[in-house]
């Protein structure tokens, strides 16, 4: 397999089918082997159901159990049963198209060991922007990973792809389950002697978003503060 494509997804039967067909959509008609992996993270609805109803003929898609609540928990669950060159997640949302994988695989083959869609790298675009509370949280959230995961401007993104070695070596030291899974795993990434290239996105919020900022981005950001206290 050249190529996986993990979906945590937690409580997404509403956004997740249309997901799905516009990603296998797209992987039939790449020149890479392609398959998708759905993590239901404990959902309560039909997540699974609408998952293995979407299933493409010509993309595999496995769906897949996290008994442990958290994104951080669903996504290494699904990269750790990967055996594809390449392993990467995306959101269910698809708030990032999912053609940026072009791009993405391009720069796997050239040699980064990341490649992870950026919102504020030059060339990036937000066409619809979250609430000013989300953005305010999210602009001090960048300014404390910044010291975490240094030379990188958006570690939550949730569109990130990667050899799929070197992830699973970082992923193995990772413990956070939560939101701030990102900057541990980039910084493991980093740690390891590995590159990460941050791709420009055209990025668009959607206002059915299970992030809750009290519920997850408190401890996000208590989470990446004991990261910094143990950076180095």
């Known amino acids: ?35 998708i992996v759905v993590v239901d993270n404990g959902s309560s609805d039909t997540t699974s159901r609408v998952a293995r109803t979407a299933a493409s003929a010509a993309v ?22 990967s055996s594809a060159r390449f392993v990467g997640f995306i959101d269910a949302d ?11 695989a391009e720069l796997l083959e050239q040699g980064a060991t990341a490649v992870i869609g950026s919102r504020y790298a030059t060339g990036a ?14 602009a001090a959230f960048r300014a404390l990973t910044r010291r975490v995961v240094p ?14 070695r070197a992830v699973q070596r970082a992923l193995s030291g990772c413990a956070v389950t939560g939101f701030a ?22 990025w668009t919020d959607d206002a059915r978003s299970t992030f809750r900022p009290l519920r997850d981005g408190l401890p996000a950001f208590r989470a990446a ?5 143990t950076n180095g």
């Open 151 to 164: 030379g990188v401007s958006d570690t939550q993104c949730g569109f990130k792809f990667f050899e799929r």
């Open 60 to 81: 595999p898609v496995e769906v897949i159990g996290c008994s442990t609540a958290g994104k951080g928990a669903a996504v290494r669950r699904g990269m750790m049963t």
């Open 181 to 202: 899974f990102d900057v541990e795993l980039l910084r493991g990434v980093q740690a390891q002697g590995g590159t990460v290239v941050e791709l420009p996105v055209n």
């Open 1 to 35: 397999m050249d190529l996986e494509v993990v979906i945590p997804a937690y409580n997404e039967a509403r956004r997740l089918g249309v997901s799905l067909t516009a990603t296998a959509d797209y992987l039939a008609g790449v020149p890479w082997s392609t398959r």
């Open 125 to 138: 675009a937000i066409v619809r922007r979250q609430p000013v509370t989300r953005r305010v949280g999210g």
């Open 225 to 229: 503060l004991g990261l910094l206290g």
């Open 94 to 104: 698809l708030a990032t198209p999912i053609d940026a994988l072009g791009p993405a």
